[in-house]
């Protein structure tokens, strides 16, 4: 049996002393640098704001703000505790999110996001799969962004997410599924519309419309280094958040967009003609994304429902979204 050191048992000691509430106090005052406006931010009366602060670095044992005269100012030491302090108040409200969540799926809920890249053809198939290997449980598909995914997905408002891979490392588990071609979408009036496919020379030259760096950077330098793959640098002039952002500019000759596949026969615009790449194609890989370490029934089930539609469309050719099973 391994011996607790005297550190370990005094920093035990302060965790149990420490209140959510006392963390909350040393962020505001860091962010207001002022008791008063901290007072007043918090509806607590300033004596008692200041006292409690005083409190709790005679629990530290070290001081967290410099008082001076008409101001406050954060130690090096504050500095080290608020960012820590940010994390913490993040970390506990995932708990009570993730809490939540888990009630939910209890009660038969299970929420799932889905990139906007995705083809939406599948989501009725994963849900039918999804209910019937789960009888009784309701399967709700969330669209956004995999970015905004993440947070969710630890935080435990979605069991699980379909992403637009890689993202960043850190908490989640990935694994590949699908592969998404993607497809030109012309302005009608340029020459290049009137070719049967587009190819890197075609583009090279044209203004080029992509999500935005800020938006998705991971995605942003994927679509870059996937166009130079294929012998060109896209010319990138206007970045967006959305596709139907994308394809209005596309329909007023801003530029060539990249859209999925599946769009061509579901969308019928105005100035815009949809035209496959010539090789090497452009596509997006998509895989889910889950909490490491969660071993609940519905992720299991869900992994396996797309496990076998992605070998299903493999199969039978029916699908232009391509498996990678990892």
């Given at each position: ?319 232009a979204v391509k498996p990678r099973l990892g």
């Amino acid at each position: 049996m391994r011996n607790v050191s005297a550190s370990e048992t005094h920093s035990a000691s302060l965790l149990l002393s420490l209140e959510l509430r006392l963390l909350r106090y040393a962020i505001a005052v860091a962010e207001e640098l002022h008791f008063t406006r901290a007072s007043a931010r918090l509806h607590v009366a300033t004596p008692s704001l200041s006292k409690q602060i005083r409190q709790l670095e005679q629990l530290l044992g070290y001081a967290l703000f410099e008082r001076k005269t008409r101001q406050v100012v954060l130690t090096p030491a504050g500095v080290a505790f608020v960012t820590e302090a940010r994390r913490s108040l993040v970390y506990a409200q995932r708990a009570i999110e993730a809490g939540a969540a888990a009630n939910a799926h209890n009660a038969g809920v299970v929420r799932i996001g889905y990139t906007p890249l995705l083809d939406t053809a599948l989501l009725p198939q994963i849900r039918e799969s999804f209910t019937r290997a789960m009888a009784g449980a309701t399967l709700l598909f969330q669209s956004t962004y995999s970015t905004a995914q993440i947070d969710q997905i630890l935080s435990g408002r979605l069991c699980a997410g379909l992403v637009v891979l890689p993202i960043a490392p850190g908490e989640l588990r990935t694994s590949s599924v699908f592969r998404e071609r993607l497809m030109a979408a012309v302005p009608a009036k340029l020459n290049v519309a009137m070719h049967a496919t587009v190819g890197p020379e075609d583009i090279a030259a044209q203004p080029i419309i992509w999500f935005g760096k800020l938006t998705n950077p991971i995605l942003y330098q994927h679509f870059v280094e996937s166009c130079q793959r294929a012998g060109f640098t896209p010319n990138i002039t206007q970045e967006v958040s959305t596709v139907m952002e994308m394809l209005d500019l596309v329909s007023v000759g801003a530029g060539i967009g990249f859209a999925k596949e599946s769009m061509k026969t579901r969308l019928h615009l105005e100035g815009i003609v949809f035209r496959e790449l010539a090789p090497p194609e452009l596509s997006v890989e998509i895989g889910i994304a889950y909490r490491d370490g969660d071993s609940s029934t519905s992720l299991r089930v869900l992994r396996h429902v797309l496990s076998q539609l992605s070998t299903h469309h493999q199969d039978d050719g029916r699908s232009a979204v391509k498996p990678r099973l990892g």
